[in-house]
Structure formats: C-alpha cells, structure tokens
C-alpha cells in the first residue's frame, strides 16, 4: 500500500494571507506588540440586525439541511441584490450559494476546467486563483501589469496571452490586492475580446461596494446579452456587510454551469450553513445604509493614510479607488535597505518592526507588499511610523 500523497496537494501552496495573520496573532498572543496589517477583513462587527435575524432563525428552528444550492428565499434576495444594483435579471437556476466566495469559486473551477485548461489572470492576482486553478487540473496564465496602467489588464496583453486551450479569463474590480476599478470602456473592450475567442468571464466582484472617490462599480455582465451569458459573477456577503466569519458567497450565471456546480456542492458540503443562509437574507433584504457608512469610513481612513504611507522612504503607491488595501512597490527600499527578496523584506518588518504584511509574491508581484487599512487608523499610523523607522534606520544610501 502506497501512502504517498496525492499529486494535486504537492503543487498547492498554502494561503500566505492566512499564514502571516496566525503569525502575528501567535506573537500578540505571547505578549509582542504586533500590529497586522494582513488581514482581508472589514474590522466591524456584522450589523446587529443580521445577527438577530440569524438567532431568530435558530429560535424558530430552522437549523436543519437546506438545498445543495442554498435557500430558495436566499436565492431570490441574491436576484433582487443583482437586479437593484447591477440591473441584471437572473433566475434561481442561475444563482448557486457557496459556502463564502471563495469556495463558489473552487466548485466553479472544479465544475469548468478540464485537464491543461487556461485561465489567464492579470497579475497583481487574488492569492486563491492560481491555486484553486491547478487543483481543477487547469492551467494559470499569468499577465503582469503595470503601475502606469493602474495595474490593469489591456485586451493587446490578452491576445498575446490568448491560446487554444484559454477556456476563461478572470476580472477582478475592485481588485485585491491592487484596489482598481475597470471602467465601462475598459470592459467592454475585455467582452468583445472574449466574445472574439469564445471565453468564459469570471468576474470577481466582491468588492463591488467599496468604491471611492466618486468612481462607480461596472459589472461586466451588464454590458451586453452576450456578455451576459458568458460572464459568470463572484459575489457575496463577506466584504459587503463584514460578514466572514459567516461564509456566505454565491455563482451567478448559465444555468449550464450552476446545474452541475449544485451537484458537486452536494457531495461536498451538502449545505452553506443553514444560520448564515438566513443572516445573509437579512444582508441583503434589509437597510443598506450601513454598507455605505463602512464605505465612507473606509475611504476617510484611505485619504487619510495614504499620503503618510507613500512617503515612505523607497515606497511609490498608485492611490487604489476601491477595496481597503495600498499596494506598495517597495523594490527602492528593499535595495537600499540591502534586501533581493520581498518575501524577507517583510519577514524582518514583522520581526523587527512589529509590523505584518503580506510579501507581493503571493499576488504573483516580486517588488510589492499589500497593507490593509481595515483596522483602526491610529494603530495604521503607528505602522507606518514603525516602518519607515525602520527603513530610515536600515537606509544605506550607497547601494
């Protein structure tokens, strides 16, 4: 008997976000006074009258199994959801609830990607793509982009990238880590590219409500009837109404897709959970009010450290108009500071600083490191204080 594992779980790599937030957890839990700024999380509780909702529900005794899919009435909230903010019409068939975005994403992969499948991602890129791609036995096809480009794919790029065996592409607006918006123009030239080449769109849309400065959130698959039917959109509650915890997201699209993604959903989860079903019906029912107040605190936050952030010494940030992260090209500091990997970089600005980032080559960036300002402004500024301390004090202007 063989006891090797198998072939797939050698290639994964773990999650590096994850990893660097349980690091400096671990050292705040034995007494060292870390600030993380890691972590992919609003910092406010889930809204009171979600979580009411919810222990209702279980009062009410509806904790048993649901459908594979999710709830009926979950399913029909979702369609209004899109509907009132994308102007989009989808059906029940359409709309497959997961247990968080992230795990729609895996089943939809799973459900999609034959063996050597492309899917070609613009890189800076969400860590999990790449991943859950080669688990689905397919094939990331990685663009890099540029800060002068706002860190956005151009469709001459996609056709360079652009094979045979390309099966989808993926758009994420607003991006993690890079906090960038397509505009309407933009993505109607990446639907027309797609239509040319015959491609299904995943468009990763969980930051869709955390837009600034006046900017608007465009889903691609409002665009047009065929972009509709090939776009299929990534969504959920997490981000929207700092519900994590909750692991609540969902698949929206071709009945083709969604019909098997159910079915492989029941031979893995049976079920998202039954109380956070609810919960995210309140979500999504209920006042949305409180989404725009974490809004407008996120962009406060944003204006306001981000111009100490970008003074940094060595670090150039392009302003992102959405999300709550600053992308950091740190490749000046890094060189000065006698440093060739990002990856040590911020292994000593968490050791040394008290500081934890996450390291840009888990977004597919050698010269980056992410921020996130989801926490309190006073504890972001001391990291920054702490960080360019650092720097300034490890500055060898000689090299």
């Known amino acids: 008997m063989s006891r090797t594992l198998s072939k797939r779980?050698?290639?994964?790599?773990?999650?590096?976000?994850?990893?660097?937030?349980?690091?400096?957890?671990?050292?705040?839990?034995?007494?060292?006074?870390?600030?993380?700024?890691?972590?992919?999380?609003?910092?406010?509780?889930?809204?009171?009258?979600?979580?009411?909702?919810?222990?209702r529900s279980m009062q009410e005794g509806k904790t048993k199994y649901t459908p594979a899919g999710g709830l009926p009435e979950l399913k029909d909230a979702i369609i209004a959801k899109l509907k009132r903010d994308q102007k989009l019409t989808y059906t029940r068939s359409e709309i497959m609830v997961g247990v968080g975005a992230k795990h729609a994403l895996y089943t939809l992969f799973q459900v999609l990607l034959n063996e050597g499948d492309e899917v070609i991602i613009p890189a800076p890129f969400w860590v999990s793509y790449t991943e859950q791609i080669k688990l689905a036995e397919g094939t990331p096809v990685i663009i890099q982009t540029t800060a002068d480009a706002e860190f956005k794919v151009t469709v001459e790029q996609l056709e360079e990238a652009v094979t045979e065996r390309t099966k989808a592409l993926i758009i994420n607006s607003p991006s993690n880590p890079t906090g960038m918006i397509y505009s309407k123009e933009e993505l109607v030239e990446i639907a027309e590219f797609a239509k040319r080449h015959d491609l299904w769109i995943i468009s990763d849309e969980i930051y869709e409500k955390l837009i600034y400065a006046g900017n608007e959130h465009v889903s691609i698959a409002e665009l047009s009837d065929d972009a509709k039917e090939r776009t299929l959109i990534i969504n959920?509650?997490?981000?929207?109404?700092?519900?994590?915890?909750?692991?609540?997201?969902?698949?929206?699209?071709?009945?083709?897709v969604i019909g098997p993604m159910t079915d492989l959903a029941s031979h893995s989860t049976s079920n998202p959970t039954t109380t956070s079903q609810y919960a995210a019906i309140a979500a999504y029912n209920g006042s949305q009010d409180i989404v725009e107040e974490m809004r407008q605190d996120f962009e406060s936050r944003l204006n306001r450290v981000y111009p100490q952030a970008n003074a940094i010494r060595g670090f150039h940030i392009v302003k992102p108009k959405g999300a709550f992260y600053l992308l950091a090209d740190v490749s000046e500091a890094m060189k000065h500071t006698g440093f060739t990997s990002v990856d040590h970089f911020s292994a000593a600005l968490l050791e040394e600083a008290k500081v934890a980032v996450i390291p840009g080559s888990a977004f597919g960036s050698t010269t980056t490191i992410r921020l996130s300002y989801a926490t309190n402004v006073e504890a972001i500024e001391e990291a920054i204080r702490r960080i360019s301390h650092y720097v300034e004090q490890n500055w060898n202007e000689a090299v």
């Open 9 to 55: 779980i050698e290639t994964l790599s773990p999650s590096t976000t994850l990893a660097i937030t349980a690091k400096a957890k671990a050292m705040k839990a034995e007494g060292i006074d870390v600030i993380g700024l890691g972590a992919g999380e609003p910092d406010y509780n889930t809204p009171e009258a979600i979580i009411q909702a919810a222990y």
């Open 236 to 256: 959920g509650v997490s981000k929207s109404h700092s519900m994590t915890g909750w692991r609540i997201g969902f698949v929206a699209g071709d009945a083709s």
